[in-house]
């Protein structure tokens, strides 16, 4: 596995889209200061998931975008893709190659994709932890990274060679099954806390139920007699509807006759007001002819008076008062006065006459007026009693449409009243119906919580099978990274020593005999390293030498040159080496109870073998501890 193809495009420094191609092997950047050598390693971090922005070099992640030029506007997004050989299959993914993007937005915005499918920070992450690279980016070694790698913490140093080795996604895997675990172990206990108090419910549930039952029995016989009511209500409502309808059509029908019957009033009326009109002179004459009578009666009065007055003058005076008249004088007078006596009493008669037919006409005239007066009145009290049953009539019709009105209304409520009763009859059968099924699943429910409770007992055993795996991949972790530990330790503790060492391994051809360092000489096998680096101690950093005067020429070289201190080993040195692992020779041939030599994980050059006999000589490795009691 390695890099292909590097395309940059709005990354740092990198406005237009370019593209590195890197073939297998070292690939080399060089440029002068400034030219964007970092920023190449920067984007490589940046794709694989370095999420902070001051390994990136920056104060925040906007700052990896291109921000402009004097001659080239800012960009919006960076964007950096990255191609990787899988021909070995590496990668845990059915590609040869596997190309990974990531697009970071001005705004914030972030997308990753794997071959051009998008994908999540996670899923990036877990592909490349499969072959070793991880968040920690401990394959980037990049400016001031060296020292910070020298100088970490044992934690520091163990999260990398887990992340190098792959042992930290099994341990993410491991804290992720742990908690899923915990969960399990909280719903578990919930799960038991529900089932008791399920159980504990259940009886006054049942209760609860047959109480409800029962409720909807009396419900519904108190729906029924109260719909029973409403149809009786319903049928005397429509009896007493149709009765008031019959009442308003008797009504209607004598209204009409009343109608009728006030129209022939009405023309009798205005014929009794003509009969009047013509009668009018005629009454007007009969009065005038009374004021006539009468002054002919005043007048006759008079003319009695009169008559009287010369009658009582007619009568013969005493001798003495007419002794001095004449007789004939007196006769005369007495006949003119008899003849107008005659001629006044024949006008009283003709007056009395008149008089008398005056009075019959006057008589008869009042009888008239009278009798008009009556039939006007009664044609006056007709009329308004036929205006009063009217008014009766019209408000007994208004009446009854009012009756009518509220029956129709009340008719109305009854039905709403009744789709009402209805709903509510719907609503209480779909809840005991509900109810029912509520009790049914609670019965039901309990066997389900037993299913469920086997259930997750038996992924808690799964769980806690996958646990034991993950522990013995644990424990087979540990001991690589032990290894790994050991290595690095040395590693750490030749670069961290002031470099005599390589002083006079660079110096060889100053000083002949130098044969290089005694790590550099051996070839250990996979998994005898950290035993291999325990025996040999401090003397694995030791330079070999080529007799005592090539060490004695190697020490003057270090005091000149001020290089400090070194461990030397003589290569061909008979006896005792010079850390003091003194010991038999190996036997060869010889075999060891529960183990092998140590020798025998070790290959070098025949040069320096009787030395490494001689520091291995004593030293057997076993698989476990209590293998060495036998060893």
Known sequence: MHLKTLTLKGFKSFASSTTLHLEPGVTCVVGPNGSGKSNVVDALAWVMGEQGAKSLRGGKMEDVIFSGTTGRAPLGRAEVSVTIDNSDGKLPIDYAEVTISRTLFRNGGSEYAINGETARLLDVQELLSDSGIGREMHVIVGQNRLTAILEATPEDRRGIIEEAAGVLKHRKRKEKALRKLDA???????????????????????????????????????????????????????????????????????????????????????EAEAAVELDAPRVANAQNTWFALSGLRERFNGLVQVGAERTRHLQPEPEEESSGRDPEQIEAEARVLREQEFELGREVEVAREALAAAEGARHAAEQAAALEERRIAEAERAAADRREGLARVTGQVNAARSRLEARCNEIDRLQASVAEAKQRGDAAQAEFQAIEVQVAGLDEGELGLDDEYEQAVGLLEQADAGVEELRTAESVHERERGALSARLEALGLGLSRKDAAAVLVSAGEQVPGVLGSLASLLHIEPGAQAAVAAALGDIADAVVVRGVDAAVSSLVLLKDQDAGRAALVIADLPGTGLAGATGLPLESGASVAGGRWLRETVRCDDEVGPMVDRLLSRCVLVRELSDVARA
């Open 184 to 270: 399990m172990q909280a719903n578990l206990v919930r799960l038991q806390d529900l089932t008791n108090e399920l159980r504990r419910q259940l009886k006054p549930l049942g209760r609860q139920a047959e109480v409800a039952r029962r409720a909807v029995v009396i419900q519904s016989d108190v729906r029924d007699a109260r719909l029973r009511l409403m149809a009786d209500d319903l049928a005397q409502m429509r009896e007493a509807l149709a009765a008031e309808v019959a009442d308003e059509t008797a009504l209607r029908d004598r209204q009409a006759q009343v109608d009728s019957l006030l129209v022939g009033l009405r023309s009798q009326e205005a």
